[in-house]
């Protein structure tokens, strides 16, 4: 205290505020090279040391405001850190493990990535009792569904196009090599075979949520060669969008005379048609219609049937096409339960043209090669949604100026 007096005079003259600047002086102690600092301030020591206290505290915010911003950027790295990691992975999805794979299954989902997995199956047909044995051994580097990178399999098994029954293997717990070794049997005759689809669909068991369908295996049983013992690895594949369920069948002839420039389509039967209506019956009629350039061109409907699963038709319908439209036609034949409160159901639906595939593709081709004569067969049922989808149909919007004639 005895320290602030010999440059105490100046100071005081210089502020005339000598009791405040005593008050201070008395309550502090600071060393006498502060307090000649302090003493050169033309200010009043209230001041000065307001001013360091207001420096102090802006000091102190600025410091806090350093730690939280700190904090809230790590939380925020974190949760970028998964889209990072989705982009990523789906570049490099040959090389990832399933376990990696894990973060953005929902992404993935139904993409055509390879890495869901491979099963191990084994089949053999016994043609004496038309027993088809259908055995699921094993499965490996099946995808992670689960958090914390593994999934919870099981296997469902059943054959296309009856459907008549549909197996599950046992599900193992939190593995991605499960281990099955289960038989499936189903009674397929010889010739049933070659219009049969086996579908193994592994599954990821959950709980308190949805199973999620880890891929499947869809096998031909028509190009299989039933004269060898079969048992091999497949890779599983993305689900099929549209579970392809038994819709029943339906046979029409189609025949075509490039030099009358007409098509001609019987319907002539249908079975194992769905039912629609309460009465576990139908009432169905099918449809055909043109579509040309991706748009509704002409349509024809055969009569209603009531109450029937097996409707015969034998309707014939010709339409006017030239040469150049059958070329790129497309024909829809759908089957439909006529309601007379409701709005009318569609129970199938196929489509015929040069780009369609398999057995459809087969029939058109058939008619196109054999100008002049009519050529009937069966097709299974597909759903009006799948066949729709694949369709992909314009909308025929009517624009006023398209009316307009220039
Ligand atoms: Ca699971
Ligand atoms: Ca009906």
């Given at each position: 205290m005895s320290t602030r007096k010999p440059s105490k005079p100046t100071h005081a003259r210089l502020n005339t505020n000598v009791t405040l600047t005593t008050a201070f002086n008395s309550t502090t102690a600071a060393p006498g090279f502060i307090d000649q600092l302090l003493n050169k301030i033309p200010l009043p020591r209230w001041a000065i040391y307001a001013i360091l206290a207001l420096i102090l505290l802006v000091f102190l915010v600025c410091i806090l405001c350093i730690c939280i911003k700190c904090c809230c950027k790590g939380k925020k790295q974190k949760k970028k850190k998964k889209p990072d990691q989705q982009i990523n992975l789906k570049d490099v999805n040959g090389s990832t493990t399933t376990a990696l794979?894990?973060?953005?299954?929902?992404?993935?989902?139904?993409?055509?990535?390879?890495?869901?997995?491979?099963?191990?199956?084994?089949?053999?047909?016994?043609?004496?009792?038309?027993?088809?044995?259908?055995?699921?051994?094993?499965?490996?580097?099946?995808?992670?569904?689960?958090?914390?990178?593994?999934?919870?399999?099981?296997?469902?098994?059943?054959?296309?196009?009856?459907?008549?029954?549909?197996?599950?293997?046992?599900?193992?717990?939190?593995?991605?090599?499960?281990?099955?070794?289960?038989?499936?049997?189903?009674?397929?005759?010889?010739?049933?075979?070659?219009?049969?689809t086996l579908v193994a669909q592994v599954y990821d068991f959950n709980r308190f949520s949805k199973h999620d369908i880890i891929g499947e295996l869809r096998l031909q049983l028509g190009t299989v060669d039933w004269n060898h013992v079969i048992e091999e690895w497949k890779d599983l594949n993305e689900p099929s969008k549209f579970e392809q369920e038994n819709l029943g069948e339906i046979c029409f002839s189609l025949r075509y005379v490039p030099t009358a420039n007409k098509l001609t389509i019987v319907i002539l039967e249908a079975k194992n048609l769905k039912d629609m209506d309460i009465n576990g019956s139908s009432d169905p009629y099918v449809k055909a219609q043109l579509i040309l350039d991706k748009k509704k061109w002409k349509k024809k409907k055969t009569s209603v049937k009531k109450k029937t699963l097996n409707p015969y038709f034998n309707e014939s319908f010709t339409f006017d096409v030239s040469f150049e439209q059958i070329q790129k036609l497309q024909l829809v034949i759908s089957v439909w339960d006529h309601d007379k409160l409701s709005r009318n159901d569609a129970m199938g639906k196929i489509f015929l043209g040069c780009d369609s595939t398999g057995n459809q593709l087969r029939h058109w081709a058939d008619m196109l090669s054999n100008p002049r004569r009519p050529v009937a067969q069966w097709h299974s049922l597909l759903s009006a949604e799948q066949v729709d989808s694949t369709l992909a149909l314009k909308h025929s919007i009517r624009i006023p100026f398209t009316n307009k004639v220039f």
């Open positions: 794979v894990q973060p953005d299954v929902d992404a993935e989902y139904g993409s055509a990535d390879k890495n869901r997995g491979r099963i191990l199956y084994s089949l053999e047909h016994n043609a004496q009792t038309s027993e088809l044995t259908v055995g699921i051994k094993e499965a490996s580097a099946l995808k992670a569904m689960d958090f914390g990178g593994s999934s919870d399999p099981y296997v469902k098994v059943y054959c296309l196009p009856k459907k008549s029954k549909t197996y599950e293997s046992k599900v193992f717990r939190k593995t991605l090599n499960p281990v099955f070794n289960e038989h499936f049997k189903f009674q397929i005759s010889q010739a049933d075979l070659s219009e049969s």
